[in-house]
């Protein structure tokens, strides 16, 4: 894909209304994140400690970063590059990126397109007054290309990705750590690394490194698995009476933002491109497009959120100042990727024995694909499904919430948990189904049980019905079920009724 | 360019060929008996089966095996309950799970046979000679142990050890009360060579705690139906908690 990306340098300077020419620092927990030229010029880096910074620069203006400030003052930008094609995605305050296919056929060629958008950056960066540095546009196959591009002012030609990314060193990888050990082994370029057999890489540096071999390839596009999903998973909240103070709608987007991570998590995916839809009582809306290529988790949306009102609010949008209060929020996971490609490797481990696993299930991961290796983590719920879960291979294991859960099944486990309830029949002495009153009595004590119409058992012992009611807050998600445990031929089993119907959850194997 | 010969001498070569003296995986010491050696031989194949208790067995064998840092892997077995597991004593972070290798089986196994020390593997259900034979040896070769799990006969080849559970018997569930708390089974083995004398162990599989234990008084007499003892007298209140 051709992606075209706009990078501001300096960006978390130039928002806090500073120009090259200032001796300027912005500084986070005590380090320097970016510095003006002429802080530069003296010897100031990303990464050093304010103090140093301070005596390396006399006279250096140090500041607080402030990234909903760079959020409101990258808006302007946004909006003005939204209004040349819809698709802008946001990675960061000061950098975005667009799919330059469509635009670059009606512009005239990609080089118009850039030049267009350079200049509509910074007529739109002039009119919000600010006065950094002029953005850098340029156009590559691939983000990672694109963003390298961005810096040099570039349109490398279709396929031509790993010529031109073959001088720049290294580091601009991203994996110090990897970036350390390659320069050592004489290996100072991403040319030279992207020389080196990608088997050999795989198994000697992980899969982390792997993937960003195929970067330095220039096949960025391929390895990210990252794909437009067939239903998109969304969440949202509808607010009734509307909500006027954005701390309250963003309040609210974190439980939006909590389901729509939850339901990624648990298919093993993680969504690398966000869209945010904001609407008023004026049916006024606002919607952006954010990404992140290392997965933008439940925290990350909600501070996306924020960005992207702080923008509204700041009256630079296109529409202006919403003048409603906010009746609906939606969150979409655009584009997901699977949690496994985006581990850091397992290079590093502790003991052989952890090596030569990893090392293993990475060549399975490989192999099968993201969603077929795992490990195990136990988990807090009511039922046996629910207190175990699957983590993809590579991702981290959450912590085990210790919480307690009054109404779960009782001890001891059982030790197969059917993936899928099997259906089961359940009969009294006079051979009707049992059921189970509203009030959680059974209607006869059980006598035989048959498994997916399989042939009918004695049962020779039984205890429950367990009621549980969960949700009953809410209407719809509301379940009623009632759980026995019934011994029955040699076999016992965890059941469970719901609406007269019998099911095997589990299995006491 | 940079040879492939200098990256590899980055890192120790990871070959799992058994060293002198770790021949053995460790093995719970109430299953003991039923082995011929005083633990799992590296690079044998065993199976596990049985109408019930077969896989908190197999749990058992793994949790075992992952006492000096071992990785254990369970390939086809969707249904594990980790939750049992992991009072069984399975370390779930040392214990990777593909739950549905589909058509490439025997190729995971393969993998994994080279990078863990215990492989707990379902076969579909028709399983190639060639394929069973190709991964004995391999396991044999890696140092691995491999545990067949469901019915005998699904592994069309001989295996070393076979372990077989059988007689059940529930406790602390009555007719309408009590819940279940603990079970006793009895584990019988067979073999070739040095295990092929019959040998068994009655265990309490899970013992209230919900791990293993010695059925110390195995010889009493259990009254109540096979399947379910009812002794729903001491059987505890079943509050869920």
Same mark, same amino acid.
């Given at each position: 894909?051709?992606?075209?990306?706009?990078?501001?340098?300096?960006?978390?300077?130039? &928002?806090?209304?500073?120009?090259?020419?200032?001796?300027?620092?912005? !500084?986070?927990?005590?380090?320097?994140?970016?510095?003006?030229?002429?802080?530069?010029?003296?010897?100031?880096?990303?990464?050093?400690?304010?103090?140093?910074?301070?005596?390396?620069?006399?006279?250096?203006v140090?500041? =607080?970063?402030?990234?909903p400030?760079q959020?409101?003052?990258?808006?302007?930008?946004v909006?003005a590059?939204?209004a040349?094609?819809?698709?802008?995605?946001?990675?960061?305050?000061?950098?975005?990126?667009?799919?330059?296919?469509?635009?670059a056929?009606?512009?005239?060629?990609?080089?118009?397109?850039?030049?267009? !958008?350079?200049?509509?950056?910074?007529?739109?960066?002039?009119?919000?007054?600010?006065?950094?540095?002029?953005?850098?546009?340029?156009?590559?196959d691939g983000?990672?290309?694109? =963003?390298?591009?961005?810096?040099?002012?570039?349109?490398?030609?279709?396929?031509?990705?790993?010529?031109?990314?073959?001088?720049?060193?290294?580091?601009?990888?991203?994996?110090?750590?990897?970036?350390?050990?390659?320069?050592?082994?004489?290996?100072?370029?991403?040319?030279?690394?992207?020389?080196?057999p990608?088997?050999?890489?795989?198994?000697?540096?992980?899969?982390?490194?792997?993937?960003?071999?195929?970067?330095?390839?220039?096949?960025?596009?391929?390895?990210?698995?990252?794909?437009?999903?067939?239903?998109?998973?969304?969440?949202?909240?509808?607010?009734?009476?509307?909500?006027?103070?954005?701390?309250?709608? %963003?309040?609210?987007?974190?439980?939006? &933002?909590?389901?729509?991570?939850?339901?990624? #998590?648990?298919?093993?995916?993680v969504?690398?491109?966000?869209?945010?839809?904001?609407?008023?009582?004026?049916?006024?809306?606002?919607?952006?497009?954010?990404?992140?290529?290392? =997965?933008?988790?439940?925290?990350?949306?909600?501070?996306?959120?924020?960005?992207?009102?702080? #923008?509204?609010?700041?009256?630079?949008?296109? #529409?202006?100042?919403?003048?409603?209060?906010?009746?609906?929020?939606?969150?979409?996971?655009?584009?997901?990727?699977?949690?496994?490609?985006?581990?850091?490797?397992?290079? #590093?481990g502790?003991?052989?024995?952890?090596?030569?696993?990893?090392?293993?299930?990475?060549?399975?991961?490989?192999?099968?694909?993201?969603?077929?290796?795992?490990?195990? %983590?136990?988990?807090?719920?009511?039922?046996?499904?629910?207190?175990?879960?699957?983590?993809?291979?590579?991702?981290?294991?959450?912590?085990?919430?210790?919480?307690?859960?009054?109404?779960?099944?009782?001890?001891? %486990?059982?030790?197969?948990?059917?993936?899928?309830?099997?259906?089961?029949?359940?009969v009294?002495?006079?051979?009707?189904?049992?059921?189970?009153? &509203?009030?959680?009595?059974?209607?006869?004590?059980?006598?035989?049980?048959?498994?997916?119409?399989?042939?009918?058992?004695?049962?020779?012992?039984?205890?429950?019905?367990?009621?549980?009611?969960?949700?009953?807050?809410?209407?719809?998600?509301?379940?009623?079920?009632?759980?026995?445990?019934?011994?029955?031929?040699?076999?016992?089993?965890?059941?469970?009724?719901?609406?007269?119907?019998?099911?095997?959850? &589990?299995?006491?194997? | 360019?940079?040879?492939?010969?200098?990256?590899?001498?980055?890192?120790?070569?990871?070959?799992?060929?058994?060293?002198?003296?770790?021949?053995?995986?460790?093995?719970?010491?109430?299953?003991?008996?039923?082995?011929?050696?005083?633990?799992?031989?590296?690079?044998?194949? *065993?199976?596990?089966?049985?109408?019930?208790?077969?896989?908190?067995l197999?749990?058992?064998?793994?949790?075992?095996?992952?006492?000096?840092?071992?990785?254990?892997?369970?390939?086809? *077995?969707?249904?594990?309950?980790?939750?049992?597991?992991?009072? *069984?004593?399975?370390?779930?972070?040392?214990?990777? /799970?593909?739950?549905?290798p589909?058509? +490439?089986?025997?190729?995971?196994?393969?993998?994994?046979?080279?990078?863990?020390?215990?492989?707990?593997?379902?076969?579909?259900?028709?399983?190639?000679?060639?394929?069973?034979?190709?991964?004995?040896?391999?396991?044999? $070769?890696?140092?691995?142990?491999?545990?067949?799990? @469901?019915?005998?006969? +699904?592994?069309? $080849?001989?295996?070393?050890?076979? *372990? $077989?559970?059988?007689?059940?018997?529930?406790?602390?569930?009555?007719?309408?009360?009590?819940?279940?708390?603990?079970?006793?089974?009895?584990?019988?083995?067979s073999?070739?060579?040095?295990?092929?004398?019959?040998?068994?162990v009655? /265990?309490?599989?899970?013992?209230?705690? @919900?791990?293993?234990?010695?059925?110390?008084d195995?010889?009493?007499? /259990?009254?109540?139906?096979?399947?379910?003892? @009812?002794d729903?007298?001491?059987?505890?209140v079943?509050? @869920?908690?």
């Amino acid at each position: 894909m051709r992606v075209l990306t706009l990078w501001c340098p300096d960006w978390p300077v130039t &928002a806090a209304g500073f120009e090259p020419d200032d001796p300027v620092a912005v !500084v986070h927990a005590n380090r320097v994140v970016s510095a003006s030229a002429a802080a530069r010029a003296t010897g100031v880096r990303a990464g050093l400690r304010r103090r140093e910074a301070q005596s390396r620069c006399a006279g250096l203006v140090v500041v =607080g970063e402030d990234l909903p400030g760079q959020a409101r003052a990258f808006e302007p930008v946004v909006a003005a590059v939204t209004a040349l094609t819809p698709r802008v995605e946001v990675t960061r305050p000061g950098l975005l990126a667009l799919d330059a296919r469509g635009p670059a056929r009606f512009l005239g060629g990609e080089g118009a397109l850039c030049r267009r !958008v350079a200049d509509e950056a910074a007529s739109a960066l002039g009119g919000a007054g600010a006065r950094g540095p002029a953005p850098g546009v340029g156009i590559a196959d691939g983000r990672f290309a694109a =963003g390298l591009a961005a810096r040099r002012g570039e349109v490398v030609p279709i396929g031509a990705n790993r010529a031109f990314l073959a001088d720049f060193p290294t580091a601009v990888l991203g994996d110090p750590e990897l970036a350390d050990l390659l320069v050592r082994l004489g290996i100072t370029t991403v040319g030279a690394f992207a020389d080196l057999p990608t088997p050999s890489v795989l198994a000697r540096f992980g899969a982390g490194a792997a993937r960003l071999h195929a970067v330095a390839l220039g096949r960025d596009e391929e390895l990210l698995d990252a794909t437009a999903p067939e239903a998109e998973p969304s969440a949202e909240a509808d607010f009734d009476p509307p909500v006027e103070r954005v701390d309250r709608a %963003a309040f609210a987007g974190r439980a939006v &933002a909590a389901e729509l991570a939850d339901r990624l #998590g648990r298919q093993g995916l993680v969504c690398t491109r966000l869209r945010i839809e904001i609407e008023t009582e004026h049916a006024e809306s606002m919607v952006r497009v954010w990404r992140d290529d290392e =997965g933008i988790g439940a925290e990350a949306m909600v501070e996306r959120l924020r960005w992207q009102f702080g #923008g509204w609010l700041s009256g630079t949008a296109a #529409g202006g100042v919403p003048t409603g209060g906010v009746t609906l929020l939606r969150m979409v996971a655009d584009e997901v990727a699977g949690t496994g490609s985006r581990q850091a490797g397992f290079w #590093g481990g502790t003991s052989h024995a952890d090596r030569r696993a990893g090392r293993g299930l990475d060549r399975l991961r490989g192999m099968l694909g993201p969603g077929a290796v795992f490990t195990g %983590a136990l988990a807090g719920g009511r039922g046996p499904v629910d207190r175990a879960r699957l983590v993809p291979w590579g991702e981290p294991a959450p912590g085990r919430p210790e919480l307690p859960w009054p109404g779960h099944h009782p001890l001891p %486990a059982p030790a197969l948990v059917h993936p899928a309830p099997l259906a089961a029949e359940v009969v009294g002495a006079d051979g009707a189904p049992v059921t189970v009153s &509203a009030r959680g009595h059974p209607s006869a004590a059980p006598v035989r049980l048959s498994i997916a119409g399989g042939p009918w058992a004695e049962v020779a012992g039984w205890a429950g019905p367990w009621t549980l009611d969960e949700r009953w807050w809410d209407r719809r998600a509301r379940r009623r079920r009632a759980r026995f445990q019934l011994v029955a031929g040699e076999g016992a089993h965890l059941c469970t009724v719901e609406d007269a119907r019998w099911w095997v959850e &589990a299995t006491y194997d | 360019m940079v040879e492939e010969a200098a990256v590899e001498s980055l890192v120790p070569s990871g070959t799992g060929v058994p060293l002198a003296g770790t021949r053995l995986l460790p093995v719970l010491p109430v299953l003991a008996p039923l082995l011929p050696d005083p633990g799992l031989r590296r690079g044998s194949v *065993l199976s596990v089966s049985g109408a019930a208790g077969a896989t908190s067995l197999l749990c058992c064998l793994v949790a075992a095996a992952m006492a000096e840092g071992s990785w254990a892997a369970a390939v086809g *077995l969707p249904a594990l309950g980790l939750e049992a597991a992991a009072r *069984l004593g399975v370390r779930l972070d040392h214990l990777a /799970l593909v739950p549905d290798p589909g058509g +490439r089986w025997a190729e995971v196994v393969g993998v994994l046979v080279d990078s863990v020390d215990l492989v707990a593997v379902a076969p579909p259900g028709r399983c190639r000679p060639a394929d069973a034979r190709r991964l004995t040896a391999r396991a044999r $070769e890696r140092g691995a142990v491999m545990v067949v799990a @469901g019915p005998a006969g +699904r592994w069309p $080849e001989a295996v070393d050890l076979r *372990l $077989e559970v059988g007689t059940p018997r529930w406790h602390g569930l009555g007719v309408g009360d009590g819940t279940l708390r603990q079970r006793s089974v009895t584990v019988r083995s067979s073999g070739r060579r040095a295990a092929a004398r019959q040998r068994r162990v009655r /265990l309490w599989l899970p013992a209230p705690d @919900g791990g293993a234990g010695a059925d110390g008084d195995g010889t009493t007499p /259990l009254a109540g139906v096979p399947g379910g003892v @009812g002794d729903g007298a001491q059987g505890g209140v079943p509050c @869920g908690s």
